[in-house]
């Protein structure tokens, strides 16, 4: 059963940062592109970041370019989100994500809330 587990999100203000992971089993972790997504109130969901399997290539969305950093450890099957100069327009609950190509299936997990407020 695949379970993606987020944690690390709060509350802090402009230009703070904040450190987000994803826990991820039950399917081949390593093998895997993982992205971080974002929602925030009343806005659809937006792709945030991605990371290849083995970390060889990362990609970011403009708005984050510069502020934020993806990594993974395919020992601890986690992926990270550092979060720097943040701010309230950051403001959002944050998921991790999988894509399985051969299911045609996107997988998330159950979100955690980054609110950037002074």
């Known amino acids: 059963q695949v379970q993606l587990v987020e944690s690390g999100g709060g509350s802090v203000q402009p230009g703070g940062s904040l450190r987000l992971s994803c826990a991820a089993s039950g399917f081949s972790f390593s093998s895997y592109t993982m992205n971080w997504y974002r929602q925030a109130p009343g806005k659809e969901r937006e792709l945030v970041a991605a990371i290849s399997s083995a970390g060889g290539v990362t990609n970011y969305a403009d708005f984050v370019k510069g502020r934020f950093s993806i990594s993974r450890d395919d020992v601890k099957n986690t992926v990270y989100l550092q979060m720097n100069s943040l701010k309230p327009e950051d403001t959002a609950v944050y998921y991790c994500?999988?894509?399985?190509?051969?299911?045609?299936?996107?997988?998330w997990g159950q979100g955690t809330q980054v609110t950037v407020s002074s």
């Open positions: 994500n999988y894509y399985r190509l051969v299911l045609a299936r996107n997988y």
